[in-house]
């Protein structure tokens, strides 16, 4: 697992693309915000990619986009013509706010069978939130991704929609707002979860083993390229 500047490396940028617009065809929401590739160059995006050992295979996928004047949120590209105003209130009230997005595991029997999912790359974004010092980390959750948001400490935004939920982006699809307002102390997760991310926080260059049904796995993690400019530049 390794996290980078979307920015820096472009060629791995449209390799996580290619992979997430096949699962959202296979979905029927290719039509999606976060399927938009419009955030390549935003020096605000950071790309999460987890990847098999030793021969590299792209096997799951995520995004941080931190809010700036140069592009919108997916969310905000979402939900522009539902309840704008109400949205704006709720959830860009704090000074630096990002979107938890673009998330997506491809489906491996070995992986899965070894305990690797979707959580892990949730959990490294809840993780690595603090060195980018994100005040504030929304989520639009698919009906898969909502529990495990929920688990590592978001919270539904109940002001927008129906207690959060829309039909996005089609009638069959159930999306949540969720959104992390205590990204430090994690005070709305789950005991199990919380251990984990602190873990990761505390050493963010290491290996965790997982189990499933078919036995262990072993995830090496690599969440400490954010250099101080990084972590300093202003929105």
Avoid at 164 to 188: E, M, R
Wanted: aromatic content about 10%; some cysteine; glycine content about 6%.
């Amino acid at each position: 697992m390794s996290i980078f500047k979307a920015s820096d490396n472009i060629p791995a940028c449209y390799q996580y693309i290619e992979h997430h617009q096949k699962m959202l065809k296979k979905y029927n929401a290719a039509n999606i915000t976060s399927g938009i590739s419009d955030w390549i160059e935003n020096e605000h995006t950071y790309l999460l990619l987890l990847r098999s050992y030793p021969d590299s295979a792209l096997f799951g996928g995520a995004r941080i986009q931190i809010k700036n004047s140069g592009l919108l949120l997916p969310v905000e590209k979402a939900l522009k013509d539902y309840q704008e105003n109400l949205l704006s209130k709720v959830a860009f009230s704090f000074h630096r706010v990002a979107e938890l997005c673009g998330v997506w595991f491809k489906f491996n029997k070995n992986a899965i069978g070894c305990g690797f999912s979707s959580m892990q790359l949730i959990r490294s974004a809840v993780a690595i939130a603090p060195q980018l010092q994100i005040d504030r980390l929304l989520a639009f959750c698919s009906p898969t991704t909502f529990p495990l948001c929920l688990n590592t400490g978001g919270q539904v935004v109940s002001e927008v929609g129906d207690q959060g939920k829309l039909l996005y982006p089609n009638a069959a699809i159930v999306s949540t707002l969720v959104v992390y307002d205590d990204l430090v102390n994690l005070k709305h997760a789950r005991k199990q979860e919380k251990e984990i991310i602190f873990s990761l926080r505390q050493d963010s260059f290491h290996p965790m083993t997982f189990k499933g049904i078919l036995g262990e796995g072993t995830l090496h993690f690599d969440l400490d390229l954010i250099t101080e400019m990084d972590k300093l530049e202003a929105v």
